[in-house]
């Protein structure tokens, strides 16, 4: 007598029993969907299910067993699935009022996240005070002659440029920084990156009678633009993508660049540089052309600006090492040594002495008088014409002092944050960046940004970031008041402190270098000599843009490199492995000795090591077995256009010589027997996209008109992986080979069995009984048209070969 059908339901799901379980309490009409979210359910076709299979039950006595294991698994898990969902619902209404998703925020709740001054200004007190002061008065000592420096020896520009850019930055950040101990102000890789661009156009710029800052407008403007886009675009993720190493490379060329430019006012040769430019219309203006010209005419430097620069340099050095062992000291008073303000200290002497030696009259290049600079405070209209031409211009100089900028704060945010325990967020910081910038190029300032050593500086007494604002609000007072008193200060000493810093950004990239040769990490060591190279040998600009192409091909490449391995099985065992990992581990050669100890290890370990991911070479040293006419295949990640067509590629590779790592130019070496069935390990791929489920398809269509019948296991469970299979039409294809090797696999003694797909894809069964009738039930149930392991799927498989043998020789 023939059951009626009834529509399989998922087991892990469980049933609803129409019947009464004395056992189960009641249970809700809502149901927990995949997401989590609670949605009604209709049970109109719940109930009719469960008619079905009441009668299905009442009519089978003569199946008392299966009847029974239905009965009795229904039952369980009908108790399973109310305890479930009725523990899940009150969970569910417990947290549902106190869940922050739920809660509105106020105003006044959000305006202390988006500026962070409110959310510590009702707590500032007098000794926060008093620890700001001390790190403001000790930060403008040094930061303001830097600022000068960067100015004149590497950006070109006024004074009144750095001057305002190191007043106006600190006060916006104020506002809208994270950070206590951050100090934003100009930076040298940035001022050399203006310095550069601003320099070929500086002839056209007389002509037009236009002054170096208009240029400096154009560059901050394009820079806080570009800062301020990505944090309101939400792009603080770029931070993640770019390599350490490809900063570190362009940060060490950039301290050659230092150096070299540092060299010519040093040696006194900033006249000799004009006239040949203007007079033999030479151009001079990569790092290396000026190292030529260093090179070149070395002999004609200017004595007294070498010998100040020479004293100046050591005398910095000195100064550097002995706080170095001062801070080691157990005296706590040499221990205050390391507020000596060095830089300070030179630029002081040697201007009182040049004004009492004269030594202006005898050659040496001074600052000169910056008064009518200082008359009054400068406001610019980035939005004019003549800025916006300008734009056009320099809006790759703009952008590329942008993302460098933003790259080396977040550097330094993300070692102030876990040195403090501070919660970084680099889409705050990118808005608060923009901001600055956009404010420094109303007033003529160099681009801005935070620096790692002045704000490690500041952390030593600094409580919040009215440091920074006091350190801006002195250099703002030095800007307007004090510009006179720099008259005579020596170019060449601005230029000493330009190649101290360049050397310090230079002393961290041998370390790099030994690191990843001792590694043997090439791929990091190409990108670091490439970006160095560039900068060198071209400009700024052309060595972080040559680092980060080779950069992002890089990125491109690894993740168009599909990762599937070809599994083996350990004989007599169901675990199975990566074969190519089994291979290169056998041939890895151990100390002698050895064999027994890693022998027993693997015995000892088997039925404790997940082999799928563990790399541990006993498991992988022992003989693997492949599974006559299978092809079994892990694909252990997300499927996405980038590295679908290299699968398609590979599974093609591994069927023809059964390793991924042959080389295509090989004959090939796999019989076409052994590849009768193809078996996926799905397990870690947790998604895929439209354009890799079309390559998929393609590939599983290839192989049916092949005659190669396709299986997946361990399919994830996520909605949206199994509508995209269902959707494409892979679903389909697997449901036709699944039908025809479950339902013909098994023999009419031990089975009548008619497998039929309805739309949700849940299998039709009309009678099971014999023997195996238990775990057919468990496989067609479950999860059809998928399997839960591999065993499962070579159960299957080996009794479908041993129907068709059997067929054969009842023919014969």
Not at 121 to 145: H, R, V
């Amino acid at each position: 007598m023939k059951m009626p059908n009834l529509r399989s339901q998922n087991l892990e799901r469980g049933r609803l029993s129409a019947r009464m379980n004395p056992d189960a309490r009641p249970i809700s009409t809502k149901k927990l969907n995949d997401d989590g979210a609670y949605k009604s359910t209709d049970t109109s076709a719940s109930n009719m299910e469960i008619e079905d299979l009441i009668s299905l039950e009442e009519d089978s006595s003569g199946h008392n067993e299966l009847t029974l294991l239905i009965k009795r698994q229904a039952r369980i898990l009908d108790r399973d699935e109310s305890e479930s969902i009725q523990c899940q619902q009150r969970s569910f209404s417990t947290a549902a009022g106190c869940h922050p998703g739920n809660t509105s925020l106020t105003f006044l709740t959000l305006l202390p996240y988006y500026l962070p001054v409110f959310s510590w200004a009702n707590e500032y007190c007098a000794a926060y005070l008093l620890g700001d002061l001390i790190s403001g008065l000790s930060l403008a000592t040094f930061q303001i002659p830097l600022a000068i420096s960067y100015s004149t020896s590497l950006a070109k520009v006024p004074i009144t440029c750095g001057l305002y850019s190191l007043g106006i930055a600190p006060l916006i950040y104020m506002l809208f920084g994270s950070v206590p101990q951050m100090i934003t102000g100009p930076e040298a890789p940035m001022s050399l990156i203006v310095g550069q661009a601003i320099e070929p156009l500086m002839h056209h710029a007389k002509k037009a009678n236009l002054s170096a800052s208009e240029y400096v407008v154009a560059i901050t403007f394009v820079s806080g633009s570009t800062l301020l886009g990505f944090g309101l675009g939400r792009f603080g993720f770029l931070d993640n993508v770019l390599s350490e190493l490809l900063l570190k490379g362009f940060i060490s060329g950039v301290g050659a660049v230092m150096l070299i430019n540092a060299s010519i006012p040093l040696m006194g040769l900033e006249e000799l540089l004009k006239h040949v430019i203007n007079e033999e219309d030479k151009d001079i203006h990569s790092p290396f052309d000026k190292l030529c010209f260093v090179v070149s005419n070395f002999h004609k430097v200017h004595k007294l600006s070498l010998n100040i620069s020479l004293y100046s340099f050591v005398s910095i050095w000195v100064c550097r090492f002995s706080k170095k062992l001062a801070a080691r000291s157990q005296s706590r008073w040499l221990k205050h040594m390391s507020l000596i303000p060095e830089i300070l200290i030179v630029v002081f002497t040697t201007t009182v002495m040049c004004n009492k030696l004269h030594w202006d009259e005898q050659g040496l290049q001074i600052v000169g008088s910056v008064t009518d600079a200082s008359a009054k405070i400068p406001l610019y209209n980035p939005f004019s014409s003549t800025h916006l031409k300008m734009i056009k211009i320099l809006g790759s100089s703009g952008f590329v002092c942008a993302m460098l900028g933003f790259f080396e704060s977040t550097t330094a945010l993300k070692s102030l944050g876990s040195r403090f325990d501070l919660p970084i967020s680099s889409n705050r910081e990118l808005v608060a960046l923009g901001a600055i910038n956009l404010a420094c190029s109303v007033f003529g300032g160099l681009p801005s940004f935070g620096g790692y050593g002045r704000s490690k500086i500041n952390a030593i007494t600094a409580k919040t970031t009215c440091s920074g604002a006091i350190m801006g609000i002195l250099s703002l007072l030095t800007a307007r008041f004090l510009l006179r008193l720099l008259y005579f200060i020596p170019k060449c000493v601005l230029s000493v402190i330009t190649a101290v810093i360049g050397v310090l950004l230079m002393s961290e990239g041998p370390k790099e270098i030994i690191f990843h040769w001792k590694s043997r990490g090439y791929d990091e060591l190409f990108t670091f000599c490439v970006t160095f190279i560039t900068t060198i040998f071209f400009s700024i600009e052309a060595g972080i843009a040559v680092g980060l192409i080779y950069l992002l091909l890089r990125v491109i490449r690894n993740s168009a490199e599909s990762n599937i391995q070809i599994l083996g099985r350990i004989p007599g065992t169901n675990t199975f492995l990566n074969a190519d990992l089994a291979q290169s581990s056998a041939s890895q050669k151990f100390p002698q000795g050895w064999e027994s100890v890693l022998q027993h290890s693997s015995k000892r370990r088997y039925s404790q090591l997940d082999v799928f991911t563990d790399g541990l070479r006993p498991l992988n040293l022992q003989a693997l077995e492949e599974i006559e006419g299978c092809l079994i295949i892990k694909i252990p990640e997300p499927l996405t256009f980038t590295n679908a067509s290299d699968l398609r590629s590979r599974l093609k590779r591994l069927e023809m010589y059964g390793s991924a790592k042959a080389h295509p130019a090989l004959k090939r070496s796999r019989d076409l027997s052994m590849s009768k069935y193809m078996l996926f390990d799905l397990e870690g791929m947790s998604s895929i996209d439209s354009s890799a489920a079309q390559l998929l398809l393609h590939s599983l269509q290839s192989y049916s008109r092949r005659g190669i019948k396709t299986f997946f296991i361990k399919v994830s469970r996520s909605p949206v992986l199994r509508a995209r299979l269902k959707n494409s039409g892979i679903t389909k294809m697997l449901n036709l080979h699944f039908q025809c090797v479950v339902a013909c696999g098994l023999s009419d003694e031990s089975a009548s069995f008619t497998n039929a797909i309805s739309d949700e894809g849940s299998s039709l069964v009309k009678s099971i009984e014999g023997t195996d009738a238990n775990r057919v039930l468990s496989l067609v149930l479950l999860d059809a048209p998928f399997f839960g392991h591999i065993r499962d799927a070579l159960w299957v498989i080996d009794h479908y070969e041993q129907r068709c043998c059997t067929d054969e020789n009842a023919l014969v």
